[in-house]
Nanobody, 121 residues
Framework: QVQLAESGGGLVEAGGSLRLSCAASGNIFSINTMGWYRQAPGKQRDMVAT???????HYSDSVKGRFTISRDNTKNTIYLQMNIVKPEDTAVYYCHAPLVVFTDMKYGDVWGAGILVTVSS
C-alpha cells in the first residue's frame, strides 16, 4: 500500500558529507512523524533522528550537531544531511513512518528496505 524508498547511500570518507533521501509513495492519506534509524553489523537498530509533520525534530546524542533531518511535506519526503561523518556511522540506514494513514482510513507502521552507508577511515 505504502512504500518508503531510501536513496543516497554509499561510501564516504571520514569527515565528509552524505545526504540520504526517503520518499513515501502509495495510498497515503497522511503521515505524521517520519524518521531515520540505523543498524550496524551485530548491533540493534537505533533511532538516529525523527521529524514531525510540523517540523519538530529529535536526534540521538551520537549524531546531534552533525546530522540534520528535514522534510518536504508536499513530496512526502524526508532527508538526512550527514556531516563530519565518522567510521562509527557505518550502518544500514532505514526510513520509518510509525503511523501512516492510508486512503482507506486504515493505518500502519511502515519501514523502508534500508540503504548502506559506509564511512572509511
Amino acid at each position: 500500500q505504502v512504500q518508503l524508498a531510501e536513496s543516497g547511500g554509499g561510501l564516504v570518507e571520514a569527515g565528509g558529507s552524505l545526504r540520504l533521501s526517503c520518499a513515501a509513495s502509495g495510498n497515503i492519506f497522511s503521515i505524521n512523524t517520519m524518521g531515520w534509524y540505523r543498524q550496524a553489523p551485530g548491533k540493534q537498530r537505533d533511532m538516529v533522528a525523527t521529524i514531525t509533520r510540523g517540523g519538530i525534530t529529535h536526534y540521538s546524542d551520537s549524531v546531534k550537531g552533525r546530522f540534520t533531518i528535514s522534510r518536504d511535506n508536499t513530496k512526502n519526503t524526508i532527508y538526512l544531511q550527514m556531516n563530519i561523518v565518522k567510521p562509527e556511522d557505518t550502518a544500514v540506514y532505514y526510513c520509518h513512518a510509525p503511523l501512516v494513514v492510508f486512503t482507506d482510513m486504515k493505518y500502519g507502521d511502515v519501514w523502508g528496505a534500508g540503504i548502506l552507508v559506509t564511512v572509511s577511515s
